[in-house]
């Protein structure tokens, strides 16, 4: 017998599955030790549950018996040879059942797309559930596939507290932004600059301090993209950067663009920040959005041409620098002050917008260091950077996670900051860097030529008024009885589902009752105060 070819033994007490030299269930009573463990297994609500190599589905039946109705089972087998065995054998009631699914795939991308189909916002968690020996076998691999899919629930998890957050704000901020762009006869939508020289990314981190030298000496040889907090710092050392990037809804972002006052630095920013950003600005504007949701309104402004540069949404300015410094050169891309730490008293490097404001208000009865600042947020000490001690919270250790998901394989990505997280990129130390070519000053600019037209824009914005007033009556008629036009209500919520993809629901389709509805007519009616300026 060859190792590859699984085997089923009788032990008189029910079948094991013998396999690559061991018994993958207990080779004296393997039904009923399969059946012990899975009833020693607590369930929960709303939790995902990843049945890896389940073999004979010894104790599957019982886990199905007591597991909630919101909860559902994947399984899958990295071994082809024990999945074709499985697949054979296959009981009725795991086919039959409506928590139950088999991926033929242990790509995670598979899963996603599973997880997708049965509707990602039904689970808060996800858990491993190991009845058989043959876990073992791919034990890290196994391992892996459950933190990918425990990241992708808890991704959705945190992009969706957002979007309730923020949602109205950023579909505000693009009609108006489109708006101000569509007044700038001159701005194309769909071009951003190139260039062959390295870029350097900095933020407002403590580690841009020890990294001012180092760009003072290389400055001819590289391009500077800086996110909107460190303009402040760099501007203070005497260095002007060839781009901004700004991304933030609010207006405290504001702050960090002070000192640019008739300084013409080429600004790019997410159609979904602050309105008032490009508006100060006097150098070239680079428009784009962040894909916050799939939703239809894209789609249409995608129609319209009037759909700017799409990057991903990856929930920090910092990681979008680094993906649009990625795009805009073929050459090294250096980053400094994406520290996702700090120390207790100074979150921000010297001459940021954070640190000023700090001093400003330093006083003997308000010292800088106020730790109800800095303790608001539940503190982690963790190993940074050649392996010191460093201190992050939350928030900030998971968008350092998030970079390393995105990036760790670039090879072309290199951090020269000295404190923090690792998050991403090639440590090196600037010692090591060389450049022997001068940029020039002008880039190259890719662009289709497309520029927002005034009846194109306006044609839209008419269009999306009367979509909006079409549903509020619509709704409005379904909630008086006036109208029982189940289908004509769901194809409008469908066609405009911005106007509701903030609501907290669990469940972020539209719905009938009443009481989504009611929300229903009071959001259309922002909406409709807000189209009414641009038609």
């Given at each position: 017998m060859k190792d590859t070819d699984p085997l089923l033994i009788d032990t008189g007490r029910g079948f094991s599955v013998f396999y690559n030299n061991r018994h993958l269930y207990s080779p004296e009573e393997p039904e009923k030790r399969a059946i012990i463990r899975s009833n020693r297994t607590e369930l929960q609500s709303d939790t995902l549950y990843i049945l890896s190599s389940p073999l004979l589905f010894y104790g599957v039946k019982e886990i199905i018996s007591r597991i909630p109705s919101d909860s559902h089972i994947i399984c899958f087998e990295y071994s082809d040879t024990l999945y074709r065995l499985s697949k054979q054998i296959i009981p009725d009631y795991f086919i039959n059942s409506n928590i139950?699914?088999?991926?033929?795939?242990?790509?995670?991308?598979?899963?996603?797309?599973?997880?997708?189909?049965?509707?990602?916002?039904?689970?808060?968690?996800?858990?491993?559930?190991?009845?058989?020996?043959?876990?073992?076998?791919?034990?890290?691999?196994?391992?892996?596939?459950?933190?990918?899919?425990?990241?992708?629930?808890?991704?959705?998890?945190?992009?969706?507290?957002?979007?309730?957050?923020?949602?109205?704000?950023?579909?505000?901020?693009?009609?108006?932004?489109?708006?101000?762009?569509?007044?700038?006869?001159?701005?194309?939508?769909?071009?951003?600059?190139?260039?062959?020289?390295p870029v350097l990314v900095t933020g407002a981190g403590e580690s841009i301090e020890s990294s001012i030298d180092f760009i003072k000496e290389k400055r001819e040889f590289i391009k500077i993209l800086a996110v909107d907090t460190s303009v402040s710092v760099l501007l203070e050392n005497g260095i002007l950067p060839d781009?901004?990037?700004?991304?933030?809804?609010?207006?405290?972002?504001?702050?960090?663009?002070?000192?640019?006052?008739?300084?013409?630095?080429p600004l790019f920013f997410d159609i979904t920040g602050y309105t008032g950003i490009p508006a100060v600005m006097k150098g070239s504007l680079f428009p784009f959005i962040s894909n916050f949701a799939n939703t239809k309104l894209l789609e249409r402004l995608e129609n319209y041409k009037l759909l700017p540069v799409e990057l991903p949404a990856l929930g920090s300015v910092g990681l979008s620098a680094i993906y649009l410094a990625l795009k805009i050169t073929s050459n090294k891309v250096l980053y400094t002050g994406l520290d996702f730490a700090y120390k207790i008293g100074k979150s921000h490097a010297n001459g940021s917008p954070r640190n000023l404001t700090e001093l400003a208000v330093t006083n003997r009865l308000n010292p800088m260091e106020q730790p109800g600042i800095y303790y608001a947020r539940p503190l982690i000490n963790n190993k940074g950077k050649k392996g010191t001690d460093c201190i992050t919270d939350l928030i900030l250790a998971s968008y350092a996670e998030l970079m390393n998901n995105n990036f760790r394989d670039t090879e072309r990505l290199f951090d020269i900051g000295t404190t923090g997280l690792h998050s991403g990129g090639k440590l090196i130390e600037t010692a090591n860097l060389s450049f022997n070519k001068k940029c020039t000053k002008n880039t190259s600019i890719e662009s289709d030529n497309t520029t927002i037209k005034v009846n194109k824009f306006l044609e839209f914005t008419k269009n999306e008024l009367t979509l909006i007033n079409n549903l509020y009556e619509s709704v409005y008629k379904y909630l008086s009885g006036e109208s029982k036009d189940k289908k004509e209500v769901m194809v409008l919520l469908k066609e405009a589902d911005y106007i509701y993809l903030h609501f907290p629901d669990k469940n972020p389709e539209p719905a009938l009752d009443p009481g989504f509805l009611k929300r229903i007519l009071v959001s259309c009616g922002y909406y409709i105060n807000i189209l009414k300026r641009y038609t």
């Open positions: 139950c699914s088999f991926v033929n795939s242990t790509d995670p991308k598979d899963i996603y797309l599973t997880i997708e189909e049965l509707g990602i916002w039904n689970f808060r968690r996800v858990k491993a559930l190991n009845l058989t020996g043959g876990y073992s076998l791919h034990a890290s691999e196994y391992k892996n596939i459950l933190i990918n899919v425990d990241i992708y629930i808890q991704e959705y998890w945190k992009n969706r507290m957002t979007l309730i957050h923020m949602g109205p704000l950023w579909i505000k901020n693009i009609f108006l932004n489109l708006y101000k762009i569509n007044k700038n006869k001159n701005l194309t939508i769909n071009k951003h600059p190139s260039t062959e020289c781009y901004i990037i700004a991304v933030d809804a609010q207006i405290y972002n504001f702050y960090d663009f002070m000192e640019t006052k008739n300084k013409e630095i």
